[in-house]
Protein backbone atom coordinates (compact mmCIF):
# COMPACT_ATOMS: atom_id res chain seq x y z
CA UNK A 1 0.00 0.00 0.00
CA UNK A 2 1.26 3.36 -0.90
CA UNK A 3 0.92 5.11 2.24
CA UNK A 4 1.46 8.48 1.38
CA UNK A 5 -0.83 8.56 -1.63
CA UNK A 6 -4.14 10.51 -0.96
CA UNK A 7 -6.86 9.11 0.54
CA UNK A 8 -9.27 12.23 0.25
CA UNK A 9 -8.93 13.69 -3.50
CA UNK A 10 -10.91 16.67 -2.89
CA UNK A 11 -8.28 18.85 -1.25
CA UNK A 12 -6.02 17.78 -4.65
CA UNK A 13 -8.79 19.97 -6.37
CA UNK A 14 -8.04 23.89 -7.12
CA UNK A 15 -9.66 26.40 -9.65
CA UNK A 16 -12.70 24.33 -9.44
CA UNK A 17 -14.14 28.29 -10.20
CA UNK A 18 -12.78 28.19 -13.71
CA UNK A 19 -14.94 27.81 -16.21
CA UNK A 20 -18.20 28.90 -14.46
CA UNK A 21 -20.30 28.68 -17.20
CA UNK A 22 -19.28 24.97 -17.95
CA UNK A 23 -23.26 23.26 -17.67
CA UNK A 24 -22.38 20.59 -14.72
CA UNK A 25 -25.77 18.63 -14.78
CA UNK A 26 -25.74 18.20 -18.43
CA UNK A 27 -22.38 16.95 -18.45
CA UNK A 28 -23.55 14.15 -15.40
CA UNK A 29 -26.65 13.64 -16.96
CA UNK A 30 -24.67 12.73 -20.04
CA UNK A 31 -22.20 10.82 -18.55
CA UNK A 32 -24.68 8.57 -16.93
CA UNK A 33 -26.54 8.11 -19.87
CA UNK A 34 -23.39 6.62 -21.32
CA UNK A 35 -22.89 4.14 -18.53
CA UNK A 36 -26.73 2.90 -19.15
CA UNK A 37 -25.38 1.56 -22.60
CA UNK A 38 -23.71 -1.91 -21.90
CA UNK A 39 -20.80 -1.64 -24.86
CA UNK A 40 -19.59 -4.86 -23.25
CA UNK A 41 -16.34 -6.27 -25.53
CA UNK A 42 -15.61 -9.18 -25.98
CA UNK A 43 -12.54 -11.31 -27.97
CA UNK A 44 -15.37 -14.13 -29.67
CA UNK A 45 -17.05 -10.87 -31.18
CA UNK A 46 -20.50 -12.83 -31.92
CA UNK A 47 -20.89 -12.09 -28.04
CA UNK A 48 -20.60 -8.19 -28.30
CA UNK A 49 -23.61 -6.45 -28.34
CA UNK A 50 -23.02 -3.97 -30.86
CA UNK A 51 -26.83 -2.28 -30.62
CA UNK A 52 -25.68 -0.84 -27.35
CA UNK A 53 -22.59 0.86 -29.21
CA UNK A 54 -25.34 2.28 -31.73
CA UNK A 55 -27.34 3.40 -29.02
CA UNK A 56 -23.79 4.76 -27.35
CA UNK A 57 -23.39 6.64 -30.45
CA UNK A 58 -27.00 8.25 -30.81
CA UNK A 59 -26.17 9.12 -27.32
CA UNK A 60 -22.90 11.21 -28.62
CA UNK A 61 -25.16 12.69 -31.89
CA UNK A 62 -27.84 13.91 -30.20
CA UNK A 63 -26.09 15.19 -27.58
CA UNK A 64 -23.21 17.89 -28.86
CA UNK A 65 -25.03 19.82 -31.40
CA UNK A 66 -22.21 22.16 -31.94
CA UNK A 67 -19.53 19.13 -32.15
CA UNK A 68 -21.60 17.89 -34.74
CA UNK A 69 -22.35 20.90 -37.19
CA UNK A 70 -18.25 21.17 -37.28
CA UNK A 71 -16.98 18.07 -37.24
CA UNK A 72 -16.99 15.54 -39.83
CA UNK A 73 -18.13 11.56 -38.28
CA UNK A 74 -16.77 8.58 -39.80
CA UNK A 75 -16.99 4.86 -38.28
CA UNK A 76 -14.36 2.35 -38.65
CA UNK A 77 -16.61 -1.20 -37.05
CA UNK A 78 -18.36 0.67 -34.19
CA UNK A 79 -15.44 2.63 -33.44
CA UNK A 80 -15.73 6.26 -33.96
CA UNK A 81 -13.29 9.21 -35.45
CA UNK A 82 -14.16 12.72 -35.18
CA UNK A 83 -12.74 15.15 -37.09
CA UNK A 84 -12.87 18.94 -36.41
CA UNK A 85 -10.93 21.10 -39.30
CA UNK A 86 -8.75 22.85 -37.87
CA UNK A 87 -8.59 26.89 -39.95
CA UNK A 88 -4.20 26.26 -40.01
CA UNK A 89 -3.69 23.01 -42.09
CA UNK A 90 -0.40 23.47 -41.52
CA UNK A 91 -0.60 22.51 -37.45
CA UNK A 92 -0.66 19.07 -37.10
CA UNK A 93 -3.30 17.74 -35.29
CA UNK A 94 -3.98 17.02 -31.60
CA UNK A 95 -5.93 13.39 -31.20
CA UNK A 96 -8.11 13.18 -27.87
CA UNK A 97 -9.33 9.48 -27.05
CA UNK A 98 -10.59 6.49 -24.97
CA UNK A 99 -12.28 3.52 -25.84
CA UNK A 100 -16.20 2.76 -25.30
CA UNK A 101 -15.86 -0.41 -24.25
CA UNK A 102 -16.56 -2.12 -20.68
CA UNK A 103 -15.31 -4.99 -19.29
CA UNK A 104 -18.06 -7.27 -18.20
CA UNK A 105 -19.44 -7.42 -14.62
CA UNK A 106 -17.91 -10.90 -12.64
CA UNK A 107 -21.09 -13.35 -13.13
CA UNK A 108 -22.14 -14.04 -9.30
CA UNK A 109 -21.51 -10.25 -8.37
CA UNK A 110 -23.85 -8.29 -10.02
CA UNK A 111 -25.30 -8.43 -6.56
CA UNK A 112 -22.52 -7.06 -4.76
CA UNK A 113 -23.08 -3.89 -6.71
CA UNK A 114 -24.75 -0.92 -4.54
CA UNK A 115 -26.71 0.63 -7.62
CA UNK A 116 -27.11 -1.54 -10.59
CA UNK A 117 -23.67 -1.38 -12.95
CA UNK A 118 -25.88 -0.21 -16.05
CA UNK A 119 -28.26 1.89 -14.20
CA UNK A 120 -25.70 5.09 -14.40
CA UNK A 121 -27.19 6.31 -10.88
CA UNK A 122 -26.85 9.59 -9.84
CA UNK A 123 -26.51 11.04 -5.94
CA UNK A 124 -25.11 14.09 -4.78
CA UNK A 125 -21.12 12.37 -5.09
CA UNK A 126 -20.87 10.14 -7.85
CA UNK A 127 -21.67 8.90 -10.82
CA UNK A 128 -22.12 4.76 -11.00
CA UNK A 129 -21.56 1.94 -13.19
CA UNK A 130 -19.21 0.07 -15.24
CA UNK A 131 -17.37 2.23 -17.08
CA UNK A 132 -17.09 5.22 -14.46
CA UNK A 133 -13.74 5.08 -14.22
CA UNK A 134 -13.05 2.91 -17.18
CA UNK A 135 -12.92 5.14 -19.39
CA UNK A 136 -16.08 6.61 -20.20
CA UNK A 137 -15.65 9.07 -17.93
CA UNK A 138 -12.83 10.34 -20.24
CA UNK A 139 -14.58 9.91 -22.91
CA UNK A 140 -17.72 11.83 -22.25
CA UNK A 141 -15.66 14.40 -20.63
CA UNK A 142 -13.26 15.21 -23.45
CA UNK A 143 -17.09 15.53 -25.57
CA UNK A 144 -18.02 17.93 -23.11
CA UNK A 145 -14.60 19.92 -23.35
CA UNK A 146 -14.81 20.04 -27.24
CA UNK A 147 -18.63 21.14 -26.86
CA UNK A 148 -18.05 23.99 -24.17
CA UNK A 149 -15.86 25.19 -26.55
CA UNK A 150 -17.38 25.11 -29.67
CA UNK A 151 -20.68 26.22 -28.08
CA UNK A 152 -18.61 29.32 -26.84
CA UNK A 153 -17.42 30.28 -30.52
CA UNK A 154 -14.48 28.85 -30.29
CA UNK A 155 -12.46 28.18 -34.13
CA UNK A 156 -9.84 25.93 -33.52
CA UNK A 157 -6.40 26.64 -35.36
CA UNK A 158 -5.61 23.01 -34.84
CA UNK A 159 -7.40 20.34 -36.45
CA UNK A 160 -8.85 18.10 -33.31
CA UNK A 161 -9.51 14.45 -33.74
CA UNK A 162 -11.79 12.67 -30.97
CA UNK A 163 -10.68 8.67 -31.21
CA UNK A 164 -12.93 6.41 -29.66
CA UNK A 165 -12.04 2.71 -30.16
CA UNK A 166 -14.67 0.11 -29.69
CA UNK A 167 -12.65 -3.15 -28.37
CA UNK A 168 -9.60 -2.20 -25.95
CA UNK A 169 -10.13 -4.18 -23.33
CA UNK A 170 -9.85 -7.23 -25.46
CA UNK A 171 -8.82 -7.12 -29.11
CA UNK A 172 -7.58 -3.08 -29.75
CA UNK A 173 -8.25 -3.90 -33.73
CA UNK A 174 -9.98 -0.09 -33.85
CA UNK A 175 -7.83 1.55 -32.52
CA UNK A 176 -5.36 -0.21 -34.91
CA UNK A 177 -8.06 0.68 -37.81
CA UNK A 178 -8.13 3.95 -37.24
CA UNK A 179 -4.44 4.51 -36.90
CA UNK A 180 -3.82 2.66 -40.16
CA UNK A 181 -6.32 5.01 -41.42
CA UNK A 182 -4.05 8.52 -40.62
CA UNK A 183 -1.07 6.45 -41.98
CA UNK A 184 -2.68 6.21 -45.11
CA UNK A 185 -3.53 9.58 -45.28
CA UNK A 186 -0.36 11.04 -44.09
CA UNK A 187 -1.06 11.87 -40.92
CA UNK A 188 0.98 13.00 -38.81
CA UNK A 189 -0.05 13.63 -35.03
CA UNK A 190 1.47 16.87 -32.50
CA UNK A 191 0.27 14.61 -29.67
CA UNK A 192 -2.68 12.53 -28.44
CA UNK A 193 -4.01 11.91 -24.87
CA UNK A 194 -5.46 8.68 -24.05
CA UNK A 195 -6.00 6.83 -20.73
CA UNK A 196 -3.61 6.46 -18.13
CA UNK A 197 -3.09 6.13 -14.38
CA UNK A 198 -6.31 7.43 -12.64
CA UNK A 199 -4.67 8.09 -9.78
CA UNK A 200 -2.38 10.60 -7.90
CA UNK A 201 0.94 8.95 -7.15
CA UNK A 202 3.27 9.83 -4.30
CA UNK A 203 7.05 9.16 -4.59
CA UNK A 204 6.71 6.57 -1.70
CA UNK A 205 8.24 3.57 -3.87
CA UNK A 206 11.60 5.59 -5.10
CA UNK A 207 12.30 7.10 -1.56
CA UNK A 208 10.24 10.40 -2.19
CA UNK A 209 8.00 9.71 0.39
CA UNK A 210 5.47 13.03 0.92
CA UNK A 211 5.78 14.02 -2.83
CA UNK A 212 2.61 13.63 -4.79
CA UNK A 213 2.85 13.48 -8.77
CA UNK A 214 0.78 12.68 -11.89
CA UNK A 215 1.88 10.25 -14.34
CA UNK A 216 1.71 10.58 -17.66
CA UNK A 217 2.95 7.89 -19.20
CA UNK A 218 4.57 8.15 -22.75
CA UNK A 219 5.52 4.15 -23.46
CA UNK A 220 4.19 0.61 -22.63
CA UNK A 221 5.28 -2.47 -22.14
CA UNK A 222 4.55 -5.42 -24.81
CA UNK A 223 2.92 -8.67 -23.90
CA UNK A 224 3.39 -12.13 -24.87
CA UNK A 225 3.04 -15.62 -23.87
CA UNK A 226 4.85 -18.52 -24.59
CA UNK A 227 3.31 -21.64 -24.39
CA UNK A 228 5.48 -25.47 -23.81
CA UNK A 229 3.88 -28.41 -24.56
CA UNK A 230 5.13 -31.97 -23.77
CA UNK A 231 3.72 -35.06 -25.73
CA UNK A 232 2.94 -38.32 -23.52
CA UNK A 233 0.93 -41.20 -23.80
CA UNK A 234 0.06 -42.03 -20.36
CA UNK A 235 1.65 -45.57 -19.01
CA UNK A 236 1.86 -47.20 -15.82
CA UNK A 237 4.22 -44.54 -13.77
CA UNK A 238 6.71 -47.54 -12.80
CA UNK A 239 8.11 -46.80 -16.18
CA UNK A 240 8.68 -43.76 -16.82
CA UNK A 241 12.03 -44.34 -18.63
CA UNK A 242 12.88 -40.98 -20.18
CA UNK A 243 10.69 -38.83 -17.84
CA UNK A 244 6.94 -37.67 -18.12
CA UNK A 245 5.56 -34.75 -20.11
CA UNK A 246 5.23 -33.08 -17.31
CA UNK A 247 8.45 -33.53 -15.97
CA UNK A 248 9.62 -32.15 -19.21
CA UNK A 249 7.71 -29.27 -18.95
CA UNK A 250 8.56 -28.06 -15.75
CA UNK A 251 12.07 -28.64 -16.36
CA UNK A 252 11.61 -26.24 -19.80
CA UNK A 253 9.91 -23.72 -17.25
CA UNK A 254 12.26 -24.06 -14.59
CA UNK A 255 15.14 -23.18 -16.95
CA UNK A 256 13.04 -20.05 -18.80
CA UNK A 257 12.43 -18.57 -15.32
CA UNK A 258 15.66 -19.13 -14.12
CA UNK A 259 17.16 -17.39 -16.84
CA UNK A 260 15.88 -13.62 -16.00
CA UNK A 261 16.22 -11.02 -18.35
CA UNK A 262 19.59 -8.30 -17.20
CA UNK A 263 18.19 -4.99 -15.88
CA UNK A 264 18.59 -2.08 -17.56
CA UNK A 265 17.36 1.81 -17.87
CA UNK A 266 15.44 2.74 -20.49
CA UNK A 267 15.87 5.75 -21.68
CA UNK A 268 12.19 6.52 -20.39
CA UNK A 269 13.06 5.13 -16.94
CA UNK A 270 15.65 7.45 -16.80
CA UNK A 271 13.30 9.81 -17.55
CA UNK A 272 11.76 9.30 -14.80
CA UNK A 273 14.21 8.95 -12.15
CA UNK A 274 15.25 12.52 -13.13
CA UNK A 275 12.27 13.92 -12.97
CA UNK A 276 11.68 11.95 -9.07
CA UNK A 277 15.70 12.84 -8.54
CA UNK A 278 15.20 16.28 -6.65
CA UNK A 279 12.99 14.56 -4.37
CA UNK A 280 14.39 11.20 -3.88
CA UNK A 281 15.17 11.78 0.25
CA UNK A 282 15.50 7.87 1.20
CA UNK A 283 16.13 4.31 0.52
CA UNK A 284 18.54 2.51 -2.26
CA UNK A 285 18.34 5.46 -5.08
CA UNK A 286 18.96 8.50 -2.60
CA UNK A 287 22.39 9.57 -3.51
CA UNK A 288 22.61 7.42 -6.87
CA UNK A 289 19.93 9.64 -8.92
CA UNK A 290 22.19 12.64 -9.52
CA UNK A 291 23.96 11.09 -12.03
CA UNK A 292 21.43 8.47 -13.32
CA UNK A 293 23.61 8.12 -16.81
CA UNK A 294 26.69 7.46 -14.40
CA UNK A 295 24.82 5.44 -11.99
CA UNK A 296 22.96 3.63 -14.39
CA UNK A 297 24.00 -0.08 -13.25
CA UNK A 298 23.88 0.48 -9.97
CA UNK A 299 20.32 1.54 -9.61
CA UNK A 300 19.03 -0.78 -11.87
CA UNK A 301 20.03 -3.40 -9.13
CA UNK A 302 18.72 -1.09 -6.74
CA UNK A 303 15.30 -1.09 -8.60
CA UNK A 304 15.70 -5.13 -9.75
CA UNK A 305 15.55 -5.71 -5.74
CA UNK A 306 12.41 -3.23 -5.49
CA UNK A 307 8.86 -5.39 -5.42
CA UNK A 308 7.66 -2.03 -6.94
CA UNK A 309 10.04 -0.81 -9.08
CA UNK A 310 11.33 -4.14 -10.89
CA UNK A 311 9.14 -4.34 -13.77
CA UNK A 312 10.46 -1.26 -14.83
CA UNK A 313 13.71 -1.68 -15.39
CA UNK A 314 13.20 -5.78 -16.96
CA UNK A 315 11.19 -7.67 -19.16
CA UNK A 316 9.38 -9.57 -16.30
CA UNK A 317 9.00 -13.62 -16.82
CA UNK A 318 5.99 -15.08 -15.02
CA UNK A 319 4.89 -18.80 -15.24
CA UNK A 320 1.09 -18.52 -15.21
CA UNK A 321 -1.13 -21.63 -16.77
CA UNK A 322 -0.26 -25.50 -16.26
CA UNK A 323 -2.47 -27.85 -18.27
CA UNK A 324 -3.06 -31.72 -18.73
CA UNK A 325 -1.20 -33.10 -14.74
CA UNK A 326 -2.28 -36.68 -14.53
CA UNK A 327 -5.33 -37.39 -12.12
CA UNK A 328 -3.36 -40.21 -10.51
CA UNK A 329 -0.52 -40.75 -8.95
CA UNK A 330 0.41 -44.21 -10.51
CA UNK A 331 -0.53 -43.45 -13.97
CA UNK A 332 2.21 -41.26 -16.10
CA UNK A 333 0.33 -38.01 -17.87
CA UNK A 334 -0.53 -37.15 -21.73
CA UNK A 335 0.36 -33.74 -22.95
CA UNK A 336 1.06 -31.25 -20.73
CA UNK A 337 1.03 -27.32 -21.08
CA UNK A 338 2.52 -24.37 -19.45
CA UNK A 339 2.12 -20.56 -20.74
CA UNK A 340 4.49 -18.05 -19.21
CA UNK A 341 3.73 -14.66 -19.55
CA UNK A 342 6.10 -11.90 -20.56
CA UNK A 343 5.65 -8.10 -19.96
CA UNK A 344 8.60 -7.15 -22.65
CA UNK A 345 10.81 -3.93 -21.74
CA UNK A 346 11.04 -1.36 -24.12
CA UNK A 347 13.09 -2.61 -26.77
CA UNK A 348 12.59 -5.92 -26.56
CA UNK A 349 10.62 -7.87 -29.16
CA UNK A 350 8.56 -10.97 -28.97
CA UNK A 351 11.17 -12.41 -31.85
CA UNK A 352 13.98 -12.19 -28.94
CA UNK A 353 11.68 -13.82 -26.38
CA UNK A 354 10.82 -16.61 -28.68
CA UNK A 355 14.60 -17.05 -29.67
CA UNK A 356 15.62 -17.28 -26.03
CA UNK A 357 13.06 -19.46 -25.20
CA UNK A 358 13.73 -22.28 -27.97
CA UNK A 359 17.74 -21.99 -26.82
CA UNK A 360 17.18 -22.86 -23.13
CA UNK A 361 15.09 -25.60 -24.20
CA UNK A 362 16.78 -26.66 -27.69
CA UNK A 363 17.45 -30.34 -25.71
CA UNK A 364 14.32 -31.21 -23.96
CA UNK A 365 11.56 -32.87 -26.18
CA UNK A 366 9.11 -29.97 -25.56
CA UNK A 367 7.42 -27.64 -28.46
CA UNK A 368 7.53 -24.25 -27.96
CA UNK A 369 5.08 -21.89 -29.39
CA UNK A 370 2.64 -18.92 -28.91
CA UNK A 371 -0.15 -19.37 -26.61
CA UNK A 372 -2.33 -15.84 -28.40
CA UNK A 373 -1.39 -12.56 -29.96
CA UNK A 374 1.43 -10.77 -29.19
CA UNK A 375 1.56 -7.16 -28.05
CA UNK A 376 4.55 -5.71 -28.89
CA UNK A 377 6.38 -2.78 -26.27
CA UNK A 378 6.80 0.85 -27.15
CA UNK A 379 9.94 1.40 -29.47
CA UNK A 380 13.29 1.35 -27.37
CA UNK A 381 13.44 5.31 -27.27
CA UNK A 382 9.26 5.92 -26.18
CA UNK A 383 9.14 9.34 -24.65
CA UNK A 384 12.81 10.88 -25.46
CA UNK A 385 11.93 14.49 -26.38
CA UNK A 386 8.55 14.23 -25.20
CA UNK A 387 9.68 17.32 -22.59
CA UNK A 388 9.02 19.58 -25.20
CA UNK A 389 6.14 18.54 -26.76
CA UNK A 390 3.30 20.71 -27.23
CA UNK A 391 0.83 18.53 -25.43
CA UNK A 392 3.09 17.36 -22.73
CA UNK A 393 3.72 21.12 -21.95
CA UNK A 394 -0.10 21.55 -21.99
CA UNK A 395 -0.54 18.80 -19.58
CA UNK A 396 2.13 20.31 -17.02
CA UNK A 397 0.41 23.58 -17.18
CA UNK A 398 -3.31 22.21 -16.35
CA UNK A 399 -2.74 19.25 -13.81
CA UNK A 400 -0.42 21.83 -11.89
CA UNK A 401 -3.34 24.15 -12.28
CA UNK A 402 -6.16 21.68 -11.16
CA UNK A 403 -4.46 19.32 -8.90
CA UNK A 404 -2.38 20.43 -6.29
CA UNK A 405 -0.52 19.07 -3.10
CA UNK A 406 -2.58 19.43 -0.05
CA UNK A 407 0.17 19.80 1.86
CA UNK A 408 1.80 22.98 0.46
CA UNK A 409 -0.87 24.33 -1.99
CA UNK A 410 1.35 23.93 -4.82
CA UNK A 411 0.26 22.38 -8.29
CA UNK A 412 1.55 18.46 -8.75
CA UNK A 413 4.13 18.29 -10.97
CA UNK A 414 3.97 15.48 -13.85
CA UNK A 415 6.06 12.43 -13.64
CA UNK A 416 6.80 11.29 -16.97
CA UNK A 417 6.64 7.45 -16.63
CA UNK A 418 6.36 4.03 -18.73
CA UNK A 419 3.15 1.88 -18.29
CA UNK A 420 3.13 -1.93 -17.72
CA UNK A 421 -0.63 -2.22 -18.97
CA UNK A 422 -1.89 -2.13 -22.90
CA UNK A 423 -3.62 1.02 -24.33
CA UNK A 424 -5.13 1.83 -27.33
CA UNK A 425 -2.56 4.35 -27.44
CA UNK A 426 -0.29 2.17 -28.42
CA UNK A 427 -1.75 1.65 -31.91
CA UNK A 428 -0.85 5.78 -32.69
CA UNK A 429 3.11 5.26 -31.97
CA UNK A 430 3.79 5.13 -35.82
CA UNK A 431 2.07 8.05 -36.48
CA UNK A 432 1.95 10.19 -33.38
CA UNK A 433 4.92 12.63 -32.08
CA UNK A 434 3.81 12.10 -28.24
CA UNK A 435 1.43 9.50 -26.88
CA UNK A 436 0.58 11.09 -24.07
CA UNK A 437 -1.80 8.78 -21.49
CA UNK A 438 -2.98 10.29 -18.76
CA UNK A 439 -6.49 10.45 -17.21
CA UNK A 440 -7.04 14.19 -15.47
CA UNK A 441 -10.34 12.27 -13.44
CA UNK A 442 -8.81 11.65 -10.52
CA UNK A 443 -9.51 8.58 -8.22
CA UNK A 444 -7.72 7.07 -4.30
CA UNK A 445 -6.16 3.84 -5.35
CA UNK A 446 -8.61 2.17 -3.01
CA UNK A 447 -11.57 3.51 -5.24
CA UNK A 448 -9.22 2.41 -8.59
CA UNK A 449 -8.68 -1.01 -6.84
CA UNK A 450 -12.34 -1.86 -6.04
CA UNK A 451 -13.96 -0.64 -8.97
CA UNK A 452 -11.97 -0.87 -12.36
CA UNK A 453 -12.51 -4.10 -13.69
CA UNK A 454 -14.13 -4.56 -10.29
CA UNK A 455 -17.24 -3.71 -8.21
CA UNK A 456 -19.20 -0.43 -7.36
CA UNK A 457 -17.05 1.22 -10.40
CA UNK A 458 -17.57 5.02 -9.68
CA UNK A 459 -16.17 8.54 -10.35
CA UNK A 460 -16.94 11.62 -7.97
CA UNK A 461 -18.77 14.43 -9.64
CA UNK A 462 -16.17 17.02 -8.77
CA UNK A 463 -13.02 14.83 -10.30
CA UNK A 464 -15.15 14.23 -13.46
CA UNK A 465 -16.00 18.17 -13.61
CA UNK A 466 -12.41 18.97 -12.82
CA UNK A 467 -11.07 16.39 -15.41
CA UNK A 468 -13.42 18.21 -17.97
CA UNK A 469 -11.68 21.81 -17.46
CA UNK A 470 -8.11 20.32 -17.60
CA UNK A 471 -9.11 19.05 -21.08
CA UNK A 472 -10.83 22.63 -21.60
CA UNK A 473 -7.63 24.08 -20.86
CA UNK A 474 -4.99 21.78 -22.55
CA UNK A 475 -7.51 22.73 -25.93
CA UNK A 476 -7.61 26.22 -25.04
CA UNK A 477 -3.06 26.25 -25.04
CA UNK A 478 -2.98 23.59 -27.96
CA UNK A 479 -5.62 24.02 -30.62
CA UNK A 480 -7.04 27.69 -30.03
ZN1 LIG B 1 -9.43 1.35 -20.17
Request: proline letters at 5%.
Amino acid sequence: MDMHAPTDIYGLFAHEDDYPDLDAAAAVEHLSRALRCRTVSHVDVSLTDYAEFDRLHELIYASYPHLMAQATVETFGHSLLFTIPGTDEGLAPVQLMAHQDVVPVVAGTESDWTHDPFSGHVDEDFVWGRGALDIKEMLVGELEAVEYLLARGARPRRTILLAFGEDEECLQHGAKRIAAALASRGARLAFLIDEGDYVVTSGDAYGAPGTLFKQVQLGEKGYCDVRITARGAGGHSSQPFGGTSLGHVCEAVARIAGAPYPARLSPLTRMTLRALAPHVTQGALAGLLGDVDGNADEIARACLASPKLFPQVTTTIAPTMLDGGSQASNVMPHDVSAVVNFRLDPGTSSADVMARCRELTHDLPVEVDWFQDVEEPSPADAGVGAEANLGYRAITDAVARYLRDPATGAGLPVLPALATGSTDAHAYEGVCDACLRMCPMVTTAAESDRGVHGTDERVSVRAYLQGIRVFVRILEQTCL
